[in-house]
């Protein structure tokens, strides 16, 4: 039987190549802003429950459910290949039924959007059962044009708490740790983009090493996950820094312009508390070039670095044979898969995300109210 589980990730939206920026997602995009559920609820409209053919990717789906409660969209969507002939097959009575070019395979699939309001971040939970969940297809016909029609940069980032990870990985020793690196273009014009040198080291001295090699990838999750609290603690001040002015552009047309606020709205404690998260935050930055595990791979595999940049790193774990890959890629982390004893019902399902939810809220600093999940509250 395949195996079940959920995975989760976080939902920050802010300005197209700001990447520092967070929005609040109950009010975004800018001088006129809406609540991002708001606008995820109204886009499923948009679908109905009419089948979805998408030719690309030789599959198609079809919306069951979405449904808006308190601060939450509970979706139901069945998925799956189309035009592949086969068959269906009943593993209790041995029945099969034969598929041809015009049936499409459709998995039901559950997942759940959780934005608290006044949050900077939200939360989605999908269902994997074996290999299959709906955060690509969500991302692809949901997110996506909601950021453009907005005008904001929407990701969605793998997240498991570092407790999460250790229990995970606690009995497993690395077999394997690799980095990948491209020359620097500021050392050598000439050097093609594509060039990567990758450096590898396993065997027994890794095995030596295993456990430092561990704790400075939860010290790295530490540090983004620090990063992710200084810039919920930045993104209010930021949005009380500037203020939206009317431009005057013709006699018919007026625009609504940014600039910064004035001290009698933004004080200058307010300025100084705003300079030392910005300072922490690249601080933060700066601490997650890997600098450990670059060392630890340098004593054991010794090269000559210059004019080489790291782009990439993996770190295989298992027992006897590697069983995951850790990869360190920017400020991605790996996916967390929760797994559940067989595919939960309905209602257990949904207990079991809301207090996974309230519970990761609380640890990012993000007040919810007790009724948060029973009513619809309106944006302003």
């Known amino acids: 039987m395949a195996s079940h589980g959920y995975l989760i990730y976080l939902i920050r939206a802010g300005v197209p190549n700001r990447t520092r920026t967070l929005n609040q997602l109950s009010r975004s995009g800018g001088p006129n802003p809406t609540d991002l559920l708001d606008e995820l609820e109204a886009r499923f409209s948009v679908y109905g429950d009419t089948y979805q053919s998408d030719k690309k990717n030789a599959e198609g789906f079809r919306v069951r459910e979405a449904s808006r409660?308190?601060?939450?969209?509970?979706?139901?969507?069945?998925?799956?290949?189309?035009?592949?002939?086969?068959?269906?097959?009943?593993?209790?009575?041995?029945?099969?039924?034969?598929?041809?070019?015009?049936?499409?395979?459709?998995?039901?699939?559950?997942?759940?959007?959780?934005?608290?309001?006044?949050?900077?971040?939200?939360?989605?939970?999908?269902?994997?059962?074996?290999?299959?969940?709906?955060?690509?297809?969500?991302?692809?016909?949901?997110?996506?044009?909601?950021?453009?029609?907005?005008?904001?940069?929407?990701?969605?980032?793998?997240?498991?708490?570092?407790?999460?990870?250790?229990?995970?990985?606690?009995?497993?020793?690395?077999?394997?740790?690799?980095?990948?690196?491209?020359?620097?273009?500021?050392?050598?014009?000439?050097?093609?983009?594509?060039?990567?040198?990758?450096?590898?080291?396993?065997?027994?001295?890794?095995?030596?090493?295993?456990?430092?090699?561990?704790?400075?990838?939860?010290?790295?999750?530490?540090r983004i996950f620090r990063t992710i609290r200084v810039r919920a603690n930045l993104a209010p001040l930021e949005d009380r820094r500037y203020v939206y002015v009317e431009k005057e552009e013709s006699a018919s047309q007026t625009l609504q312009v940014r600039r910064k606020a004035p001290k009698s709205v933004f004080t200058v404690q307010d300025e100084e508390e705003y300079q030392a998260l910005v300072e922490e935050l690249a601080s933060l930055n700066e601490a997650d070039e890997n600098p450990a595990l670059r060392s630890t791979l340098q004593e054991l595999v010794p090269i000559e670095r210059d004019g080489l940049k790291s782009q990439r790193w993996e770190v295989a774990l298992g027992e006897d044979k590697p069983e995951r890959s850790f990869v360190v890629e920017g400020t991605s982390v790996p996916q967390f898969v929760y797994l559940t004893q067989g595919r939960l019902l309905d209602n257990l399902l949904r207990q079991t995300w809301e207090a996974h939810a309230t519970r990761i809220f609380s640890v990012l600093g993000v007040s919810v109210a007790d009724d948060w999940l029973l009513k619809k509250v309106q944006s302003n």
């Open 69 to 222: 409660i308190g601060r939450s969209l509970r979706l139901r969507i069945h998925k799956g290949p189309e035009g592949n002939p086969g068959e269906t097959y009943n593993i209790e009575t041995n029945e099969s039924e034969d598929t041809g070019d015009t049936t499409a395979l459709l998995s039901a699939l559950r997942a759940t959007v959780y934005i608290p309001e006044k949050s900077y971040f939200g939360l989605l939970f999908v269902e994997r059962t074996g290999g299959r969940h709906l955060k690509e297809l969500l991302a692809r016909t949901i997110f996506k044009p909601v950021a453009l029609n907005r005008n904001l940069a929407i990701r969605l980032e793998s997240f498991a708490e570092v407790d999460d990870w250790r229990s995970e990985l606690g009995d497993q020793g690395v077999l394997r740790i690799s980095e990948s690196l491209v020359a620097s273009q500021s050392q050598d014009a000439s050097t093609p983009d594509d060039t990567v040198v990758r450096v590898v080291a396993e065997g027994t001295k890794v095995r030596q090493v295993s456990d430092d090699i561990k704790e400075q990838l939860f010290a790295r999750l530490e």
